[in-house]
């Protein structure tokens, strides 16, 4: 076998075991500090999220932002005008069915309809290929800022105050006067009322995406969805609930509708910035009609389980250089993890019981 | 030279130094990738998923050459209780790298995503859409990697313990020096 080897001497021996725990000692660290355990400044999605818990409460299987919505389906049907600038087979001419979600931002599945000037559209294309493509939109043309760490601080700015039970105004303003990105939203924000209705709202895409052609030419666009339904206005008819009933009283007289538009960025327009729009004359794309016809509560309908990540596309939509779209990506992965290891009562995962506002 | 006794077959020792070094990466990729907000979440996720599933199909041919070669044997002299931890830390090997792969696999089905190994490769799901599973399953993941990390670490000490201190021939036959 092998040739017995002349017993070590003391020092050799401390040499070789030194080694050794070196060895695995190097190791260890380095997983560590990848893993972000031994380096604690760095922004993590568990951070992201516990913020939104710290600042709202934690409310047990329910999303940790846009926490209240309720689910829609329906149908994509494609004219087929985005073929040339996307090979995504959902841009094929022909029906797409979609699973979809609207909701209001926030983490508080209770918070009325009236305490947020903004709707979200989510939806997820469930293309023929077995590919999917979902999206997540918010009723406003300008994000208030174009980062993660701004989106983070932003929420930290947004803690309430436990005495008053609101965000500390100064700690708000502090916010503000160091990020001026948020100049364009909070401008919006001033004139925009609460809509009485879902199916009123224009929802935008925000990031940027890329479409990728037949030759692999790239195309930077944005997206919105612009609704047929025109008969919108400002304020409720009452109640803290009324845009689910206003949405399934509509869906009772037929089909909602959405234009999927298109924008084209010319060369140089910013992709990687959401607080900044696109100049008005920029191409814009009419690539079919949403087409959206039931509507069912959340806690039991097909929206419940689906993470809505705006990276989950199929060929011939990509990412673009929008700092904002991993964060998201990475953000809602641990929102879903956290609500879906609750549905399965997990140890550790949080207790319906602990629905509480902090 | 007594190597078709004393060193494990080419292949093995290909696949073993080829896999030690895909499933280290993937052990820095996974618990890189999930501490990050930025960019480096996308890349490093773009090559976990067909990294994964390449070391699971590595795995299954490295199992079939091992059935089939069996290693050269673990010095004689050396005590019961380490020939023990040796052989049982070596098959939790083998389990980890082909469960790890699977799980991922699973627990992306269940959670209702397309399994997606590049812009258009997709596999085909492998469990029922549904969040409990995905729950349980996800944790799994996470809790498989450490085990599987730790174990690597026990492994890479007690490799370099008998190349270092006993000098017995077992790190060489995996190195296929003399
Ligand atoms: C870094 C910035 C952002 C963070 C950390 C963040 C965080 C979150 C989280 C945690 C959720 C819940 C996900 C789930 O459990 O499924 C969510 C939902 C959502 N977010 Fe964001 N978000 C960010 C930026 C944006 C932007 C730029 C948009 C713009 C369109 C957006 C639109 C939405 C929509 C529409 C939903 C609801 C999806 C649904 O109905 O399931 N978010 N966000
Ligand atoms: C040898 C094989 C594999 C190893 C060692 C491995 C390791 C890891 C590790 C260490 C993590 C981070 C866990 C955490 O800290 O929570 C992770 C996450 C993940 N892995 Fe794997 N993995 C493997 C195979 C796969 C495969 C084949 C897939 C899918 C096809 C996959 C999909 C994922 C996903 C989706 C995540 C979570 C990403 C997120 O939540 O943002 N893994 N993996
Ligand atoms: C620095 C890294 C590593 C070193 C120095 C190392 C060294 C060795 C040595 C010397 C053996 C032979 C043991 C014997 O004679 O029975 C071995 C076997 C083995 N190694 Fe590693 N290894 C390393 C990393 C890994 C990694 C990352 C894995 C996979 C997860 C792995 C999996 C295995 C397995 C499964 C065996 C058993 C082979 C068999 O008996 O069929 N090794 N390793």
Same mark, same amino acid.
């Given at each position: 076998?092998?040739?017995?080897?002349?017993?070590?001497?003391?020092?050799?021996?401390?040499?070789?075991?030194?080694?050794?725990?070196?060895?695995?000692?190097?190791?260890?660290?380095?997983?560590?500090?990848?893993?972000?355990?031994? #380096?604690?400044?760095?922004?993590? &999605?568990? !951070? %992201?999220?516990?913020? =939104?818990?710290?600042?709202?409460? $934690?409310? @047990?299987?329910?999303?940790?932002?846009?926490?209240?919505?309720?689910?829609?389906?329906?149908?994509?049907?494609?004219?087929?005008?985005?073929?040339?600038?996307?090979?995504?087979?959902?841009?094929?001419?022909?029906?797409?069915?979609?699973?979809?979600?609207?909701?209001?931002?926030?983490?508080?599945?209770?918070?009325?309809?009236?305490?947020?000037?903004?709707?979200?559209?989510?939806?997820?294309?469930?293309?023929?290929?077995?590919?999917?493509?979902?999206?997540?939109?918010?009723?406003?043309?300008?994000?208030?800022?174009?980062?993660?760490?701004?989106?983070?601080?932003?929420?930290?700015?947004?803690?309430?105050?436990? #005495?008053?039970?609101?965000?500390? &105004?100064? !700690? %708000?303003?502090?916010? =503000?006067?160091?990020?001026?990105? $948020?100049? @364009?939203?909070?401008?919006?924000?001033?004139?925009?009322?609460?809509?009485?209705?879902?199916?009123?709202?224009?929802?935008?895409?925000?990031?940027?995406?890329?479409?990728?052609?037949?030759?692999?030419?790239?195309?930077?666009?944005?997206?919105?969805?612009?609704?047929?339904?025109?008969?919108?206005?400002?304020?409720?008819?009452?109640?803290?609930?009324?845009?689910?009933?206003?949405?399934?009283?509509?869906?009772?007289?037929?089909?909602?509708?959405?234009?999927?538009?298109?924008?084209?960025?010319?060369?140089?327009?910013?992709?990687?910035?959401?607080?900044?729009?696109?100049?008005?004359?920029?191409?814009?794309?009419? #690539?079919?009609?949403?087409?959206?016809?039931?509507?069912?509560?959340?806690?039991?309908?097909?929206?419940?389980?689906?993470?809505?990540?705006?990276?989950?596309?199929?060929?011939?939509?990509?990412?673009?250089?929008?700092?904002?779209?991993?964060?998201?990506?990475?953000?809602?992965?641990?929102?879903?993890?956290?609500?879906?290891?609750?549905?399965?009562?997990?140890?550790?995962?949080?207790?319906?019981?602990?629905?509480?506002?902090? | 030279?007594?190597?078709?006794?004393?060193?494990?077959?080419?292949?093995?020792?290909?696949?073993?130094?080829?896999?030690?070094?895909?499933?280290?990466?993937?052990?820095?990729?996974?618990?890189?990738?999930?501490?990050?907000?930025?960019?480096?979440?996308?890349?490093?996720?773009?090559?976990?998923?067909?990294?994964?599933?390449?070391?699971?199909?590595?795995?299954?041919?490295?199992?079939?050459?091992?059935?089939?070669?069996?290693?050269?044997?673990?010095?004689?002299?050396?005590?019961?209780?380490?020939?023990?931890?040796?052989?049982?830390?070596?098959?939790?090997?083998?389990?980890?790298?082909?469960?790890?792969?699977?799980?991922?696999?699973?627990?992306?089905?269940?959670?209702?995503?397309?399994?997606?190994?590049?812009?258009?490769?997709?596999?085909?799901?492998?469990?029922?859409?549904?969040?409990?599973?995905?729950?349980?399953?996800?944790?799994?993941?996470?809790?498989?990697?450490?085990?599987?990390?730790?174990?690597?670490?026990?492994?890479?000490?007690?490799?370099?313990?008998?190349?270092?201190?006993?000098?017995?021939?077992?790190?060489?036959?995996?190195?296929?020096?003399?």
């Amino acid at each position: 076998m092998y040739d017995p080897v002349p017993p070590d001497s003391p020092a050799r021996r401390i040499g070789a075991w030194a080694l050794i725990a070196a060895a695995v000692g190097v190791a260890a660290v380095a997983f560590g500090y990848v893993g972000g355990w031994l #380096a604690p400044q760095r922004l993590t &999605p568990d !951070k %992201l999220i516990d913020q =939104f818990q710290d600042n709202a409460g $934690t409310f @047990a299987g329910y999303r940790r932002n846009h926490a209240k919505g309720v689910c829609v389906t329906g149908y994509f049907d494609s004219n087929g005008r985005a073929q040339a600038y996307s090979t995504a087979q959902v841009f094929a001419p022909g029906r797409t069915p979609v699973v979809g979600r609207f909701a209001i931002p926030g983490s508080n599945p209770y918070a009325p309809d009236s305490s947020v000037p903004i709707r979200s559209m989510a939806l997820r294309f469930a293309l023929a290929n077995g590919q999917q493509w979902r999206t997540g939109m918010n009723s406003m043309p300008v994000f208030p800022v174009a980062t993660p760490q701004a989106f983070f601080a932003q929420l930290q700015a947004q803690r309430p105050d436990p #005495a008053t039970g609101k965000p500390d &105004p100064t !700690k %708000l303003a502090a916010f =503000f006067a160091a990020h001026p990105e $948020t100049a @364009a939203f909070r401008a919006w924000a001033k004139t925009a009322k609460p809509s009485a209705s879902f199916a009123t709202e224009s929802y935008w895409s925000l990031n940027a995406f890329v479409f990728v052609d037949a030759s692999g030419k790239r195309q930077p666009v944005r997206w919105r969805m612009t609704p047929e339904a025109t008969d919108g206005d400002a304020g409720s008819t009452g109640g803290a609930d009324y845009l689910a009933a206003d949405l399934a009283e509509r869906l009772t007289q037929g089909p909602l509708r959405w234009h999927l538009q298109v924008t084209l960025a010319n060369p140089g327009d910013p992709t990687n910035d959401a607080t900044k729009t696109w100049p008005d004359d920029r191409r814009t794309i009419d #690539a079919g009609t949403l087409v959206l016809e039931r509507t069912e509560p959340q806690d039991s309908g097909p929206c419940r389980d689906i993470n809505y990540d705006p990276l989950i596309l199929p060929a011939g939509i990509a990412a673009s250089d929008d700092p904002l779209l991993p964060a998201r990506s990475a953000a809602y992965a641990d929102s879903y993890l956290r609500r879906t290891s609750e549905e399965a009562h997990l140890p550790g995962s949080a207790a319906p019981s602990a629905e509480t506002k902090r | 030279m007594k190597a078709a006794t004393n060193t494990f077959t080419l292949a093995a020792r290909v696949l073993h130094w080829l896999m030690a070094a895909m499933i280290l990466a993937m052990l820095f990729i996974g618990v890189g990738m999930v501490a990050s907000v930025s960019a480096r979440h996308e890349w490093l996720l773009a090559i976990h998923k067909p990294l994964g599933i390449a070391i699971l199909i590595l795995a299954v041919v490295r199992l079939a050459v091992r059935l089939r070669h069996p290693p050269p044997p673990l010095p004689a002299d050396l005590p019961v209780l380490q020939k023990l931890a040796a052989l049982a830390s070596h098959w939790l090997l083998y389990f980890l790298m082909l469960a790890m792969p699977l799980i991922g696999w699973a627990m992306l089905s269940a959670g209702g995503y397309p399994v997606m190994l590049g812009a258009s490769l997709r596999l085909p799901p492998i469990f029922p859409t549904s969040p409990v599973a995905f729950a349980v399953l996800r944790h799994l993941h996470t809790g498989f990697a450490m085990l599987l990390f730790l174990t690597f670490l026990a492994h890479m000490g007690a490799a370099l313990y008998h190349g270092l201190i006993r000098r017995d021939g077992v790190l060489s036959s995996m190195t296929g020096r003399r």
